[in-house]
């Protein structure tokens, strides 16, 4: 295997960092994994934010060309692909034949590989829970070199391990889940507007119950009249039956100078996104993709971001405390006036299955923060609202969070490390987040 | 691929089923509404192709052992495949190609010879087999993946880059022949491609995506195109190399 020296970073582009990188094209590849100089990480799409699929002085072993789907079976909706299988592909082969992924991230060029290790939630969360509530096993490539079958029953403590394992237990190779049935390509997409915090909390704690999908839409820019006003979408299958035609993606061309993404801007941006629909809300017929995916029209749109990059916070807070939680959240963040497109409110319906699954029963906040000078200190601040409220922030889009934190807000961490101390006494796998979090096989913390 | 007034199945055998460009050209092709017979080497890999292809695209696609070096059975890949075919078309992606660097070439003579033996010698012993199916058969198309490499020879890469050469020489008056056949054959010479046989080498940065090659292969199969360059810019680029003096070139330090 041949490896490639590549500046590798997260979708937030801070601080790429140069790793011999192997991208195997074959299974048979793959097993000279382990020849990795140094430590290694395994990478998909790199769909991830922040440092979750780059380790310094390491290696990176990429999955993209395994891309593979192994069987389907039409019954069941079981269906086993290679970890490079992307949403897309998912779309592309099963919308059609009315499957969907039981839970979708907002990219569809997220693979299955970074689904399982982020345990990813979707738009439906409190009806179908994230991806990792859907796998059944998964072939995993560990640090002794040997591959694995593993399942909740021959294997529990190292299948809760890799569900949400951010790729620390080693490489997955091919996984085996269980699709949805998706009754259409279409979607109705319901859209109304809510004018503040405790218009959205109201709409939500109705909405969780009766809509399949649903998510909110914050100006996180929004200050007094406006604080925490925006766009509530629910969505449901149509009666449509037919095909939508494929979009064609168009890619921001250039990295953009940081002045162009400034409060003015910004503004104006959420200004429109608000006004867009009418008061008295309105549905519309959409294909389904085009709402789990709304971003993906753009492709590289983190240019606009500028060279700097920039950092996305993703919390979730537990029901009773999330009201006060997200005023104080938005508080803060309003304050600092930091040029913030619209944050992404959702609902959680539980928890996961993995010791660092991410999803808690309640609130989940989203938002960018175009890196600036206080960027960090905002972060840090944020990070002690989340925590003061019992929450707690989703590793795959984090960058910045403490080890104090991390302890306080995964309390099976040490579970997680009691499997690494198992299956990877010696820490091949690693990430410049496990490093940050101090996350490290028991024996080696010792 | 001038079919008969029916509409024939059109079936590709694909020789080294497991290079980047022939699984583009195979995603491709099925997706087009062609059948499959997969061959090469890693019979596992060959058997998630398969799978996968069968259920992206509901086509009928087999995967058969096959290894270039192994002389003596490429009649039996070549039989095989026509039996797949059965009363559909049969024609040819051939992809599979050897390129070690020309250092590890210049250290052994072995090396030297395997790379001509895999990227010529198997091509012709390959395409010699197929010709008198393709001429009873009267249509279909052979399409072979060459390289810009074969187009002049460079102190870093000139064995594997004369195998393409000779490559290119054969297909000239393979078309020829093939061409009182009805059987179009087509030439792909594609320029620095994303695949793991440029992955990492010195001075490569970055590449095309094989599914530009794959497009523009089928493409060009089906208008029975004698030669392409792909992605098209290196046509322009190669005629520049070529045109270059020997007295100039073998200065020339790329
Ligand atoms: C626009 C956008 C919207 C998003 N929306 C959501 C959302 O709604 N919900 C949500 O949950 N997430 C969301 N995400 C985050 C994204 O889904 C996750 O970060 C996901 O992990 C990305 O997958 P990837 O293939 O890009 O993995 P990468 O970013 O490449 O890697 C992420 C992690 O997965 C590990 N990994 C990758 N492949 C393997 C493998 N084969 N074996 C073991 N470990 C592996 C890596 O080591 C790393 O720790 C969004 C991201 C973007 C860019």
Redesign the pocket.
């Known amino acids: 295997m041949r490896w490639k020296q590549l500046d590798l970073a997260?979708?937030g582009r801070v601080a790429p960092v140069p790793m011999p990188t192997a991208r195997p094209e074959r299974q048979a590849e793959l097993d000279g994994a382990l020849r990795a100089p140094g430590a290694l990480?395994?990478?998909?799409?790199?769909?991830?934010?922040g440092d979750?699929?780059v380790l310094t002085g390491g290696s990176a072993?990429l999955?993209e060309r395994l891309d593979r789907i192994v069987s389907f079976n039409a019954a069941t909706g079981e269906v086993v692909t290679e970890?490079?299988v992307?949403f897309a592909d998912l779309a592309a082969v099963f919308l059609p034949r009315g499957f969907m992924a039981p839970?979708?991230?907002?990219?569809a060029?997220?693979?299955?590989?970074?689904?399982?290790?982020?345990?990813?939630?979707?738009?439906n969360h409190d009806r179908h829970g994230?991806?990792g509530d859907h796998v059944r096993w998964f072939d995993?490539l560990t640090a002794d070199g040997q591959t694995r079958r593993v399942s909740p029953f021959s294997d529990p403590e190292l299948f809760a391990a890799?569900i949400g394992?951010?790729?620390?237990?080693?490489?997955?190779?091919r996984a085996c889940f269980t699709l949805l049935p998706a009754a259409s390509q279409y979607v109705r997409v319901h859209e109304r507007r809510v004018r503040d915090l405790e218009g959205f909390l109201a709409a939500f704690a109705e909405v969780r119950r009766t809509a399949t999908f649903s998510v909110g839409w914050i100006d996180a820019m929004g200050r007094g009249f406006d604080f925490a006003r925006g766009i509530m979408e629910t969505a449901e299958f149509a009666e449509n039956l037919g095909t939508p035609k494929p979009r064609r993606p168009r890619p921001v061309p250039f990295t953009l100078p940081t002045f162009a993404l400034n409060p003015l801007t910004v503004r104006l941006f959420n200004e429109f996104y608000y006004g867009r629909v009418p008061r008295s809300g309105r549905e519309r017929e959409r294909p389904f993709v085009e709402f789990l995916?709304p971003?993906?029209s753009l492709l590289d749109?983190y240019r606009i971001y500028g060279k700097p990059g920039f950092y996305?916070f993703?919390c979730v807070l537990p029901d009773a405390e999330a009201p006060k939680g997200l005023q104080r959240l938005l508080e803060e963040i309003t304050a600092a006036q930091g040029a913030s497109f619209l944050a992404?409110l959702?609902t959680l319906g539980g928890p996961g299955r993995g010791h660092l699954s991410?999803p808690i029963s309640g609130y989940t906040l989203?938002l960018d923060f175009p890196r600036r000078s206080g960027t960090e200190d905002l972060l840090a601040r944020l990070e002690r609202i989340t925590l003061d409220h019992g929450g707690r922030i989703?590793?795959?889009?984090d960058q910045t969070l403490s080890r104090a934190g991390f302890r306080a807000m995964y309390p099976r961490a040490s579970d997680f490390e009691a499997v690494l101390a198992r299956v990877d006494p010696q820490g091949r796998f690693a990430?410049d987040?496990s490093r940050r979090l101090g996350i490290l096989p028991q024996d080696l913390r010792a | 691929m001038s079919g008969g007034e029916l509409k024939m199945t059109e079936t590709w055998l694909v020789l080294g089923g497991s290079s980047a460009i022939a699984r583009s050209f195979a995603r491709a092709a099925a997706g087009d509404g062609a059948d499959l017979l997969l061959a090469g080497r890693d019979r596992d890999d060959l058997d998630l192709s398969a799978a996968d292809l069968r259920i992206r695209t509901q086509r009928r696609v087999e995967v058969v052992d096959f290894d270039a070096l192994d002389f003596d059975s490429h009649a039996g890949t070549i039989r095989r495949a026509k039996e797949f075919a059965g009363d559909g078309t049969l024609n040819i992606f051939l992809a599979f190609g050897f390129m070690p660097l020309q250092e590890e070439i210049n250290a052994s003579r072995d090396l030297a010879r395997r790379v001509v033996d895999i990227n010529y010698t198997a091509v012709v012993s390959l395409l010699q087999e197929a010709a008198p199916i393709f001429e009873a058969q009267k249509r279909g198309a052979v399409v072979v993946v060459g390289s810009v490499a074969g187009d002049r020879g460079r102190p870093k890469n000139y064995v594997y880059g004369s195998a393409k050469a000779a490559v290119a020489a054969f297909m000239q008056g393979y078309r020829g022949r093939m061409f009182r056949a009805g059987v179009t054959v087509t030439t792909v010479k594609p320029g620095i491609i994303d695949t793991a046989m440029t992955w990492g080498l010195p001075g490569v940065k970055g590449g095309a995506s094989p599914d530009i090659v794959a497009k523009d292969s089928l493409a060009a199969a089906k208008k029975g195109r004698e030669v392409i360059y792909t992605p098209w810019p290196w046509r322009y680029i190669m005629a520049i190399v070529k045109a270059i003096p020997e007295r100039v070139f073998k200065r020339l330090d790329f």
């Open positions: 997260g979708w990480i395994a990478r998909g799409a790199g769909r991830s934010y979750c699929a072993v999955n970890a490079g992307t839970a979708s991230p907002g990219t060029f997220a693979t299955i590989g970074g689904a399982i290790a982020a345990d990813v939630h979707g738009k994230s991806f995993l890799t394992g951010m790729g620390l237990t080693g490489i997955i190779r995916y971003l993906d749109w996305q993703q992404v959702k991410f989203a989703y590793l795959a889009k990430s987040q």
